[in-house]
């Protein structure tokens, strides 16, 4: 695994401690702001891990087909990233 794909890793583990926290906290009915706070940093590590899958797949995957003759696969590709980051977007 590069080093890239380990730092998305370890963003996705915290967040899932993050939100394992949050669970316990909504359990316990803790303060409302001390939740949204916890929320919003697992909002932060998603964002950052979207952040460097898509810097990983556009330096990668769609800087290969780009490279080829494949007009369809280019078109495709390029579908898909508008796709991903108009979701992303929302």
């Known amino acids: 695994m590069n080093a890239s794909k380990e730092k998305t890793l370890i963003n996705f583990k915290k967040a899932q401690s ?12 803790n303060y409302c702001i001390d939740i ?15 952040q460097m899958l898509m810097e990983g797949h556009i330096n990668s995957c769609f800087k290969n087909a780009m490279a080829t003759k494949n007009e369809k696969r280019k078109a495709e590709m390029t579908k898909e990233i ?6 992303f977007n929302r």
């Open 82 to 87: 508008l796709a991903v980051s108009k979701i």
């Open 18 to 29: 993050h939100l394992a926290k949050i669970i316990e906290m909504v359990e316990k009915d």
């Open 36 to 50: 949204m706070q916890q929320n919003l940093a697992v909002i932060g590590l998603l964002r950052s891990a979207h």
